[in-house]
């Protein structure tokens, strides 16, 4: 054996230990600290804290939310994007490519923006708010079938475009029906695919953090949530790790009934190049379709249209500063007394921040007289309080949008005849991912406990 060839085989282990290196160090060590977290107190195996966290009654609505929500989702998403598949998939026409480009966005998109997008969406003055969904389960359930839907398109549809259509060809010509085509040859040879899409759906749906905590608040959370809330809030560790561990068994069951559908199926016959023009019988499934892809651009128009407009005219929408700390307050430029004072305090902050202040942490005021606060206005008062526009953005908008926006910030709004307006005062922390950590309620709050809220949040790693 020569030197090189020995050196060739040595090298082979040197490779295969980088991976397993970085799987012993991100995966196996992270969950065994939750493994240990939650079964071992004072160095003995303790269940005991694990089976009181299951036993507890909140635990059991988060599970039973968890189940439901994720498994209604699936289903819908399932209905939702099969027809969608086929169409995209089977047949063949204009603008395909394009269409099947449009139904990944909603994956790529953040789930605290999906939320966001929903949340604007539902509100009582977005596009759909007469339908009285904001807060509720449905609107969570619709926000996970946006989210997944080109989960269930893109799995099932590459695998049905593959598919040998001879045997369907075949049934057909016996005198089966379109339907007992499908039910008899089309479907069996799917179903890997389709309970491997499922599988994923579920997932994602069951761990969706974002699009819960978003359009959920106080009523509704997943286990994914709820993690978090122990976590951060009511620093219960071995809670948290024990849902945790429930969490990490069943992603594992599921995986395991994946590859077990696949090493099961059949063999399927195989051809390339199947997709075919429309035909007549194929009416509905486009007209499905074309419902399925309108509810999939909706929110994200309604994403792009409805946002406020800064002091320079702009659009400004909090999504653009994920990453960093926004500071919100609420004001109006002609106000004689209280909201200056707001401001100048809040000048003052944007001093004590130093370099942090525009890269990392960012101011919002949001005016509550929106009929006579003008981009211009804005910007006049703006530069006479000595705000640094850099870092900090002064809004308007419509009415609706501006009682959309004091609604969701709890902020009390009332326009007096002789043209005041009274209004809550509160200062709102944002952390990076969105999430409200902190409020302030009028304007006599300490300034040195601010700045140490800030950086306290500041600190912290941002999370999707």
Request: hydrophobic content about 50%; glycine content about 10%.
């Given at each position: 054996?020569?030197?090189?060839?020995?050196?060739a085989?040595?090298?082979?282990?040197?490779?295969?230990?980088?991976?397993?290196v970085?799987?012993?160090?991100?995966f196996?060590?992270?969950?065994?600290?939750?493994?240990?977290?939650?079964?071992?107190?004072?160095g003995?195996?303790?269940?005991?804290a694990?089976?009181?966290?299951?036993?507890?009654?909140?635990?059991?609505?988060?599970?039973?939310?968890?189940?439901w929500?994720a498994?209604?989702?699936?289903?819908?998403?399932?209905?939702?994007?099969?027809?969608?598949?086929?169409?995209?998939?089977?047949?063949?026409?204009?603008?395909?490519?394009?269409?099947?480009?449009?139904?990944?966005?909603?994956?790529v998109?953040?789930?605290v923006?999906?939320?966001?997008?929903?949340?604007?969406?539902?509100?009582?003055?977005?596009?759909?708010?007469?339908?009285?969904?904001?807060?509720?389960?449905?609107?969570?359930?619709?926000?996970?079938v946006?989210?997944?839907?080109?989960?269930?398109?893109?799995?099932?549809?590459?695998?049905?475009?593959?598919?040998?259509?001879?045997?369907?060809?075949?049934?057909?010509?016996?005198g089966?029906?379109?339907?007992?085509?499908?039910?008899?040859?089309?479907?069996?040879?799917?179903?890997p695919?389709?309970?491997?899409?499922?599988?994923?759906?579920?997932?994602?749906?069951s761990?969706?953090?974002?699009?819960?905590?978003?359009?959920?608040?106080?009523?509704?959370?997943?286990?994914?949530?709820?993690i978090?809330?122990?976590?951060?809030?009511?620093?219960?560790?071995?809670?948290?790790?024990?849902?945790?561990?429930?969490?990490?068994?069943?992603?594992?069951?599921?995986?395991?009934?994946?590859?077990?559908?696949?090493?099961?199926?059949?063999?399927?016959?195989?051809?390339?190049?199947?997709?075919?023009?429309?035909?007549?019988?194929?009416?509905?499934?486009?007209?499905?379709?074309?419902?399925?892809?309108?509810?999939?651009v909706?929110?994200?128009?309604?994403?792009?249209?409805?946002?406020?407009?800064?002091?320079?005219?702009?659009?400004?929408?909090?999504?653009?500063?994920?990453?960093?700390?926004?500071?919100?307050?609420?004001?109006?430029?002609s106000?004689?007394?209280?909201?200056?004072?707001?401001?100048?305090?809040?000048?003052?902050?944007?001093?004590?921040?130093?370099k942090?202040?525009?890269?990392?942490?960012?101011?919002?005021?949001?005016?509550?007289?929106?009929?006579?606060?003008?981009?211009?206005?804005?910007?006049?008062?703006?530069?006479?309080?000595?705000?640094?526009?850099?870092?900090?953005?002064?809004?308007?908008?419509?009415?609706?949008?501006?009682?959309?926006?004091?609604?969701?910030?709890?902020?009390f709004?009332?326009?007096?005849?002789?043209?005041?307006?009274d209004?809550?005062?509160?200062?709102?922390?944002?952390?990076?991912s969105?999430?409200?950590?902190?409020q302030?309620?009028?304007?006599?709050?300490?300034?040195?406990?601010?700045?140490?809220?800030?950086?306290?949040?500041?600190?912290?790693?941002?999370?999707?």
């Amino acid at each position: 054996m020569t030197r090189r060839s020995r050196g060739a085989r040595a090298g082979v282990p040197a490779l295969a230990a980088v991976p397993l290196v970085v799987l012993a160090v991100f995966f196996v060590y992270p969950v065994l600290g939750i493994v240990g977290q939650g079964f071992v107190s004072d160095g003995r195996f303790a269940p005991g804290a694990v089976l009181e966290v299951l036993g507890r009654p909140r635990t059991g609505r988060v599970l039973w939310f968890t189940l439901w929500s994720a498994g209604l989702a699936t289903l819908v998403t399932l209905l939702a994007g099969l027809p969608l598949a086929f169409v995209l998939h089977r047949l063949s026409f204009p603008g395909r490519g394009l269409l099947r480009a449009l139904v990944v966005v909603p994956f790529v998109l953040p789930t605290v923006v999906v939320g966001v997008a929903f949340g604007q969406l539902v509100a009582p003055s977005g596009w759909l708010g007469g339908l009285h969904l904001e807060g509720t389960a449905a609107a969570i359930v619709a926000a996970l079938v946006f989210f997944n839907v080109s989960v269930v398109v893109r799995t099932v549809g590459s695998f049905w475009e593959s598919l040998d259509p001879r045997r369907e060809q075949a049934a057909a010509a016996l005198g089966a029906s379109p339907l007992q085509v499908f039910g008899t040859v089309t479907l069996p040879a799917l179903l890997p695919a389709v309970v491997g899409a499922a599988t994923v759906v579920f997932l994602f749906c069951s761990t969706a953090f974002g699009i819960v905590l978003t359009l959920g608040g106080l009523r509704y959370a997943n286990v994914e949530t709820e993690i978090w809330l122990l976590t951060t809030q009511e620093l219960d560790l071995v809670g948290a790790a024990a849902l945790s561990v429930l969490q990490l068994v069943v992603i594992v069951g599921l995986l395991v009934l994946t590859h077990m559908t696949r090493k099961d199926a059949g063999h399927v016959d195989r051809a390339a190049g199947t997709a075919r023009r429309p035909r007549r019988g194929d009416a509905w499934l486009l007209g499905w379709s074309a419902l399925v892809l309108a509810a999939l651009v909706l929110p994200m128009l309604a994403l792009l249209t409805r946002s406020l407009t800064d002091q320079d005219g702009r659009p400004f929408s909090l999504v653009a500063q994920r990453g960093k700390v926004a500071v919100v307050t609420f004001i109006y430029a002609s106000c004689a007394d209280t909201c200056p004072l707001l401001t100048a305090k809040m000048v003052g902050m944007q001093k004590k921040l130093g370099k942090d202040f525009g890269p990392r942490v960012y101011f919002v005021s949001v005016t509550v007289d929106p009929k006579r606060d003008t981009p211009q206005v804005l910007h006049q008062y703006a530069e006479a309080q000595g705000a640094k526009l850099s870092g900090w953005a002064f809004l308007t908008g419509s009415p609706a949008e501006i009682q959309d926006v004091t609604r969701r910030y709890g902020i009390f709004v009332k326009k007096q005849e002789r043209g005041d307006v009274d209004h809550t005062f509160l200062t709102s922390i944002i952390d990076q991912s969105g999430t409200l950590r902190v409020q302030y309620l009028g304007m006599r709050f300490d300034p040195n406990e601010f700045l140490r809220d800030v950086r306290s949040v500041l600190r912290e790693q941002p999370g999707r």
